[in-house]
């Protein structure tokens, strides 16, 4: 009698529990596929693999899990990765040669790189679960599918065309202009006030750097950098600061650049920071995580978790902008 009730129960938790696990990691899925209120073709992008070498041709949407998957946390709020799946598609589609854009100029044949750099980060559905776990897969893939299926072939544009929604993860309570970080002025490029990132963890990252290493990096004399210490108000100077308190231009020794250029040199995490001179280096204190322009992604998700939806967060970060189909009638 005990065995047939044990049997029994085991039945009954495969049955409700075990099924639909498996489906879900197998990635099928007892949800309708229907569209969004709009027929959107299937398209296909060349996608050059960092990691294989090798081009490959995907479904635009599909492509676009991976690099949801890839650039934002699947913790955050739906709200926000849905935000994140329109600026991904408007990033790709601007960069399709399809739809007359320029593909990717270091991989001839591809439309984009999966190396973040050059392009978006994407991961496969393999490493999704390698990063995930059995159980994370589970829980987050779907999230993922999801906010890309309910933003199917939305897209964002400014004056009827595609924007460059550049983006980033934490902008540290306020981003920049796009002419206080690179040399071009975009209009819906505009800072504003972030009290949405407060709980990234990107805040007071402390970096420390020596001056040989500095140098280094800078392409300075080294001599010449440690002797330059001495003057300590002098040694690294602010020479430009945008609206949101990233540094903008900055001189070091007799080299000046863009605080960008500092940023990316020295591997800081933002260009937002404060310095204090070390025996041996100096110590750097940034808050943010990124180049501080278009969408912040931790801010989105602060929005999101305030009740605000993608299509909010998105005209919140790009100023003027609408969010349409790619393909209207």
């Known amino acids: 009698m005990m065995r047939t009730l044990l049997w029994g129960f085991i039945v009954f938790i495969l049955v409700v529990f075990g099924i639909p696990l ?6 099928i899925s007892s949800r309708s596929d229907e569209r969004t209120g709009q027929t959107t073709p299937d398209v296909a992008i060349d996608v050059f693999i960092e990691s294989e070498g090798a081009i490959q041709a995907m479904p635009l949407e599909e492509y676009l899990k991976g690099v949801v998957a890839a650039e934002m946390p699947a913790s955050f709020h739906e709200e926000a990765l849905k935000a994140q799946a329109v600026v991904a598609r408007t990033y790709a589609v601007r960069r399709m040669r399809i739809f007359g854009g320029p593909g990717s100029q270091e991989h001839p044949g591809a439309d984009i790189s999966t190396d973040p750099v050059l392009g978006q980060a994407w ?10 776990g059995f159980f994370g897969y589970l829980r987050y893939w779907p999230k993922i599918e999801t906010a890309v299926r309910e933003t199917e072939g939305l897209v964002i544009v400014y004056r009827n ?3 460059d929604p550049v983006y980033h993860s934490t902008c540290g309570g306020h981003t920049e202009d796009s002419e ?5 002025q975009e209009p819906y490029l505009r800072g504003k006030p972030c009290p949405y990132d407060i709980g990234s963890p990107y805040y007071g990252t402390v970096q420390d750097i020596s001056y040989d290493e500095m140098a280094a990096r800078l ?5 010449a950098l440690k002797t330059g210490r001495e003057g300590q108000d002098t040694f690294i100077q602010i020479l430009k600061v945008g609206r949101g308190g990233h540094t903008s231009m900055v001189r070091v020794g007799d080299k000046e650049m863009t605080a960008n250029e ?3 040199a020295l591997g800081l995490r933002s260009a937002k920071f404060t310095w204090r001179l070390l025996p041996d280096g100096v110590r750097f204190v940034t808050d943010g995580y990124g180049h501080g322009v278009g969408l912040c992604q931790y801010g989105a998700d602060g929005m999101a978790r305030r ?15 609408q969010v349409v189909p790619m393909f209207r009638e």
């Open 180 to 184: 206080d970080v690179w040399s071009g």
């Open 307 to 321: 009740g605000y939806g993608f299509e909010e967060i998105i005209k919140y970060y790009y100023t003027g902008v």
């Open 262 to 264: 500092f940023r990316l």
């Open 22 to 27: 498996l489906m879900a990691y197998s990635n």
């Open 161 to 163: 065309r595609l924007i």
């Open 219 to 223: 392409g300075l004399d080294a001599l």
């Open 123 to 132: 991961i496969s559905k393999k490493q999704c679960r390698q990063r995930w």
